[in-house]
Each structure stands twice: as C-alpha cells, then as structure tokens.
C-alpha cells in the first residue's frame, strides 16, 4: 500500500474512533442526566473528570513517544513494549494512591468520593489500554485500535444505559466502566503478541531511564493541558454540590461533542504547513496565503456554530437533557464561545509547532493554567456555574491573544479583523433570523439560521478562486500560486 494510501486509511480510522467515543460519551451523559437528573450527572462528571487527570501519571507521556519510535524502527519493538509496560504498572499504584489523596482532602461526600475511587480502580487497566492504542498506531494498524475500542465502547455504553433504564445508580454504571476497562485489556494483549510475537519479560535499565527522561516533557505538557481544560469542573466541585456539577456537566458536554470539530481540517492541513514553512523555494507569502485561507475556513465553521448554539443555549439543553437542566442552558450560551477560540488557537498552536517553538507554546500553556485558576477561584465562589463559563472563555481568549502575539511575532501578523469580517456579518444575520423565528420548531430555526448565514457568505462572495487554487494545490502537494516548483 503507498504512504498517501496508508495515511488516509489511519486517518479515517482514527477519525471514526474519535467521532465515536465523543457521540457514545456524549449519549450515555445524556441518559444519565435524564435518569438520574444533575445529581447524578455530577458525580459521573467529576468520577469521569479525576481518571482522565490521574491516568496521565502512569501513560507519562510513553504513548506519544511509542508511536513516533515504533513508526520509525520496529526492530527492539518488543524490549519497548515491555519497558513501557513495566513503567505504567509501576505508576499506578502511586497515581490511584494519590488520587486518595485528594479525594480524601477535597472532604467529598461519601458517595462522591466512593464514586471516584471506583472508576479510578481504572487507571491501571485504560494506561495499558492506551498503551495497546499507541502500538498499534506505531505499526500504522489504526484498524485493529477502531475494531477493539469502537467495539467495546459500543457495548459499554449499551449495558451502561440498559443498566440505567432498571433502576442501577452511578456505582453500578461506573462498574460497568471499570469491568470493561478490564476486560479488554487481555483482547489487546493478544493482538499486540500478534504483531510482536517476541517480547521479553525483562527490564532494561538504561532504556527505561531514557525513556522516562524523553516523555517527561510530554507528560507536563499534557498535564498542563488537561488541568487547563478541567480546572473548572475541579473547582465547582470544591465550591458547590453535585448538582451544580451535573448541570454545568450538562453545558460542557455539548461544547465537548464539537469540540473535535477544529482539529480535522487543521490536522490535514499540518503536514502542508510544516511544509510551507521550511520548503525550498518558497517565500513568506506562501506561508501567508496558506495560513490565510486556513483561518478563513475554521472562522467560518466556529463563528456561526458558536453564534447559533449561543442563541439556541436553552432551548438545545431543553431538548437534550429536558426542563430540569434550564439553569444550564445560560451556561451553554456563555460555555459555547470556547468553541470559537478552540477553531482559532488550533491553528495558531499548529503554526507554532510548524515553526519549531514548542517551548513558547508550552509556556503559553503554564500562563493560561495559572490564569484560569485565578479566574476560578475569583469568579466560581461567588457566580456558580455561570462564573466558571466565564472564566473558561476569558481564558480561552487570553491563550488566544497569546498565541496570536507570539505567531506574529516568528511568522507573521495574521490579520484577524479582515478575516474574521464577512463570518461576523453572516453571523449577526444568523442570530436576526433565530431571534425572529424563536418560540418556533427547533429544527426550522436551526435550518433558517444555517440558511441565512450561507446566503450571507453567497452574497459576501466568502469563497474565492484562490481559495479553491490553493486547496488543489495542497491535495496535490504543488507550489501555491507564484511560488517556484
């Protein structure tokens, strides 16, 4: 199979496996909200919100390094695995021992804390789970990761809400999480022995150093990213019931079910920047033009979803999560502009990766984190749940402005207020045409809202022919236009 062939199949794989663990997540936080109203929703929020910070201490970074050293030599594949291995069951133990800690500090209720400590009883059992994931992308067999997981969350999530519909509580699903964690651990053992037949049952020291010494970077980097991203959750816990937690919980997973949305178009097109930005023969234009149309794109997708969810924010929570959760629908209108940020800072992140200043943007991480904290602890007290939207997109804005500085700084100045002018306009028709329509079927204001915003940008003569010039050129890794071959 050719290199253009084997990237668009794993490409696609990996896609389906992403879009289908956000939809299932996104299904069973919803029949949970319905079932067991916020309360409940709460608790799986804040269980759900803990393993994924803590399970990053025994993963540590290994994954991101397993794919990158597997894909390029595969011949001590085994003596990886094994190392790899040994390193996350050693980190467990100290990670679940922690999250003790914590739990036990933070003085949650019982059921709470019971309900955290139960799915955290995963940790061990999704690292290694996640280590399988990492093998398999090593070897560009993105297949078997999609069949094994999209599978097995499938079943999950069907037992999950078959267990919710007679009666079970939060314990009983989280014990259906934990027993499927567990039980496909053996699956992908045995189908890593197949593509590693030899793996050695023995430790090498002086790997195992270079490997913690190589992931570390990797592990606080994405450790800051997640505490950025989950902060909110943590602290409404701290300052406020379970309740506030499910309906905050509420808002949030709308934003999370689109939240893949930014990184697609930007995914594809990081290989023509890295590209662009270091090609022979080609100017700072080139960079311009491609970077350019990019923004021109993601703005046009995260201005009039943001818009339109924003005006739509309690009639969607009605419709998803039912009349209980209408305190949540203000915070979704407030909560859903972090998607608008999310299309921006997606790509400018790319731009700084492109241009080789990985330690910028991790410094820009540790900012935002201690910023977002100090907007936690001074808006979340007083404001509740609509105190932590706001202090997620002030500081989603912050990392943008960021982001922007530094970016034009080493590339150039994206000019966003040109950019940004035409999907504004189609946005403000967006919003006249939801306003108007209000009171009526969800589905008719959605579809007139979408309508009129096309309409704008039909008008507005949004789509160019350069645009479509430069997409064909990148699909066929040509020269953009006046630039050398």
């Not at 749940?385 to 402005?401: C, E, H």
Request: charged letters at 15%; glycine letters at 8%.
């Amino acid at each position: 199979m050719s290199t253009a062939r084997t990237i668009a199949r794993n490409t696609f794989f990996l896609f389906v496996l992403r879009a289908s663990g956000f939809v299932l997540s996104f299904i069973l936080g919803m029949r949970i909200g319905r079932v067991l109203g916020s309360e409940g929703l709460g608790i799986y929020t804040l269980a759900v919100t803990y393993l994924q910070i803590f399970v990053l201490i025994p993963n540590f970074g290994f994954d991101t390094l397993a794919i990158r050293d597997l894909a390029r030599d595969r011949a001590h594949a085994g003596r990886y695995v094994a190392n790899m291995v040994f390193a996350k069951v050693a980190l467990s133990l100290p990670a679940y021992a922690l999250l003790i800690a914590v739990v036990t500090i933070f003085d949650y209720p019982p059921d709470t804390r019971a309900a955290i400590l139960l799915l955290g009883a995963s940790l061990l059992f999704d690292a290694l789970a996640e280590a399988a994931a990492a093998i398999f992308q090593g070897f560009e067999r993105m297949e078997l990761l999609t069949a094994i997981s999209g599978i097995a969350k499938v079943i999950v999530t069907v037992i999950s809400i078959a267990v919710l519909e007679r009666g079970g509580r939060i314990p009983n699903v989280l014990a259906v999480q934990l027993a499927g964690s567990i039980l496909v651990v053996p699956i992908f053992a045995a189908m890593t022995k197949r593509l590693i037949p030899r793996i050695p049952f023995e430790i090498d020291r002086a790997f195992l150093r270079r490997l913690l010494h190589e992931s570390f970077p990797l592990f606080v980097t994405n450790l800051i990213g997640l505490l950025y991203l989950r902060t909110d959750i943590v602290l409404l816990s701290k300052f406020h019931d379970a309740s506030q937690v499910g309906l905050y919980g509420a808002a949030a997973s709308v934003l999370r079910a689109l939240s893949m949305l930014p990184g697609i178009f930007v995914t594809a097109m990081y290989p023509a920047l890295a590209r662009f930005s270091h090609g022979p023969g080609l100017s700072d234009s080139s960079l311009r033009r491609l970077c350019d149309t990019a923004f021109r794109w993601q703005l046009v997708l995260g201005i009039p979803i943001s818009a339109g969810i924003s005006a739509l924010g309690p009639e969607i929570i009605d419709l998803v999560y039912g009349p209980a959760f209408a305190p949540a629908g203000p915070v979704l209108s407030i909560l859903i502009w972090s998607l608008f940020f999310f299309f921006t800072n997606t790509l400018l992140g790319y731009m700084l990766f492109a241009a080789n200043r990985q330690r910028d943007f991790l410094r820009i991480k540790i900012a935002t984190l201690v910023i977002n904290l100090a907007l936690g602890f001074a808006l979340i007290p007083r404001f509740g749940i609509q105190g932590a939207a706001w202090a997620a997109v002030a500081t989603l804005g912050v990392s943008f402005v960021l982001h922007w500085w530094l970016v034009s700084r080493v590339l150039y100045r994206v000019n966003f207020f040109a950019i940004a002018g035409k999907p504004l306009v189609g946005a403000a028709a967006l919003m006249l045409v939801v306003q108007a329509l209000r009171g009526g079927p969800l589905a008719v204001i959605i579809a007139a809202g979408a309508l009129a915003f096309a309409l704008s940008q039909i008008v507005l003569r949004f789509v160019t022919k350069e645009d479509m010039e430069i997409l064909r050129r990148i699909l066929r890794r040509q020269p953009l236009p006046g630039d050398s071959p």
